[in-house]
């Protein structure tokens, strides 16, 4: 990679990059959050939530760690310009929808809780779309190798 080549990119395409990573890293911590709470923790979330995550089967929390984790290094592989960030964030929306969608229809934690409790787990989905378009994008305009 010349000098000239990382001069060529448009500032955007880094600053695009690192939110990637954040909204990312803001993912795993809540992973590990989730994955790591404390019985009183638990104790202190209102019932409906802790009978959310309390219904959960364990393969939720493998789909869930492959969301993240792969958005992760997707992430980090946008910020190297390297062309497999694609397929990582591939696998990780396809994690993600299958996340969400049991989360919102398996469970029916749609009864469980309000109207705007959908609005983070579309967002979520859109950002995961977002990142295989921008992933796409940046290939076809020859920046990642």
Known sequence: MTRNAVLSLPIWFWIVSIFALIWNLMGLGAFIGQISMTQASLLALPISEKELLLSYPSWMEVVYAVAVLSGVIGSIGLLL???????????????????????????????????????????????GVFHVFFSNFSIKKNWLN
């Open 81 to 127: 310009r390297k062309k497999w960030s694609r397929p990582l964030f591939v696998l990780s929306l396809v994690a993600i929808l299958i996340q969400m969608i049991y989360s919102l229809i398996g469970v029916t934690s749609l009864e469980s809780f309000s109207p705007e409790s959908v609005i983070l787990p579309v967002f979520i989905i859109l950002a």
